[in-house]
């Protein structure tokens, strides 16, 4: 058991729900804050405890910080759709921006150590140069890369002002699921490749669309860097470890493999792990699709001891199509 104890927003939430399962199984506590608007009460881990609040009810996050004596806070909670956010941007300014500038105002207020931040390959917009570093033009094309962006701010200008310091992920295309089956992707009206290929494979929808085929990548449809969801878990063990270790220090670090498959390449992939034939509809970009988004990960590799060890795109699709099973089931 570690000393003290790890507050996870958004824990009931696809990765958050994965980061609970990886700290609880490197033996710290773990209190979730959730609201369960787009999470699960059944996704959080029954040896965590579970507070069902909004990350900007003051009163309530400062209670359960004082209550379990948190240390460190790692910050999921939020909204996550793109599109969604181009449509209705006060909403990802509030849940996004406001709610991280509470959030972080409790922890300051509290006297919590160390705060992880979920942020996203989405503050570089479209990158000039690929792999990209995370010293690179931060220039989002979007409301949710706009909001989270303006949080890394906040917490590089707070961790100047008061004896907290941060690290921020920047998390490329997040895909799988728990390998023992306990967690994956549960939120309804995915928009992600991987977890709509393996709707398509399970029969829940019948064909996956391929938006674009003119992409300056070598098959012509778009790139990313895929990687599993328990490493991306597994890389914030790491990361608060480190913020213990070195407390003057902060990081901004690419979350990736350094390394990109084409949506093609994927469904590719799905067809060989299932046996089956996925139908693509080859269809127009979508708006705002870079060619290709892969990380330069060197960052975090010299930074923590985290090495992938679920770097395999076959293996990402099956426990993505495990998950989807098992949420199948569950649904009747
Ligand atoms: N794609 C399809 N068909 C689909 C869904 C996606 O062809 O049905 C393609 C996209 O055009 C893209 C690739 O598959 O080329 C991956 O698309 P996703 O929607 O899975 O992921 P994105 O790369 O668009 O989004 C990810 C994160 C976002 C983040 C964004 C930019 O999921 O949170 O990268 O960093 F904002």
Known sequence: MREGTVLVTG???????????????????????DNLVTGFDWAVDPRAKLVVANIADDDKVRAAIREHGVIAIMHFAGSVVV????????????????????????????????????????????????????????QPINPYGMSKLMTEIML???????????????????AGADPQGRSGQSTAGATHLIKIAAEAATGKRGHVSVFGTDFDTPDGTGVRDYIHVSDLAAAHVDALDLLIARPSENHTMNAGYGRGFSV?????????????????????????????????????LAALPWRPKHDDLEGIVKDALAWERKLAERQG
Do not use: C, M
């Open 264 to 300: 093609l390449q994927v469904l590719d992939a799905v067809d060989r792990v299932t046996n089956l034939t996925i139908e693509r509809k080859l269809e127009g970009r979508r708006a705002g699709d870079p060619d290709a988004l892969v990380a330069d990960n060197s960052a975090i």
């Open 11 to 33: 824990g009931a939430g696809y990765i958050g729900s994965h980061a609970v399962l990886a700290l609880l199984d490197a033996g710290w506590q773990v209190v979730v804050v």
């Open 83 to 138: 599109p969604e956010s181009v449509s209705d941007p006060l909403k990802y300014y509030r849940n996004n921006t406001a709610a991280s500038r509470s959030l972080i105002e409790s922890a300051v207020a509290e006297g919590v150590k160390h705060f992880i931040f979920s942020s996203t390959a989405a503050t570089y917009g479209i990158p000039e140069v690929v792999p990209v570093r995370e010293d690179s033009p931060k």
């Open 156 to 174: 590089k200008d707070v961790a100047a002002a008061h004896p907290i310091n941060y690290a921020a992920l920047r998390y490329f295309n997040v």
